[in-house]
């Protein structure tokens, strides 16, 4: 591999680690829309209540049974998942919530 490539990797972890400590970078990584943490270190998110439809709902948690965190947005078992997760089910219809039409 050229050494460059290893530079921008290094480069890259270091933004990241700045990220973390500064709260001014957050930006930079992937934050929750709704509880304005980033996802990969948030253990839960705080939105408790799903829209679907004209009607606001109890959001569905990620299953406790589960060992470890869910594989789109990071959350840890029993923690609500992250706006746009694509595995968080609707409390409405048991499909997904992000392609839930309310119906």
Do not use: W
């Amino acid at each position: 591999m050229p050494a460059s490539r290893f530079v921008t990797t290094a480069v890259r972890f270091e933004i990241r680690q700045t990220a973390v400590k500064r709260a001014n970078y957050r930006r930079l990584m992937a934050t929750c829309p709704d509880c304005q943490q980033e996802m990969r270190l948030a253990p839960s998110c705080s939105s408790l209540f799903a829209v679907v439809g004209e009607r606001r709902l109890d959001r569905v948690r990620h299953d406790v049974s589960e060992i470890a965190r869910c594989e789109s947005c990071y959350v840890m078992p029993g923690g609500l998942h992250h706006f746009g997760c694509d595995l968080e089910r609707c409390p409405n219809c048991g499909g997904q919530l992000i392609a839930c039409t309310g119906d």
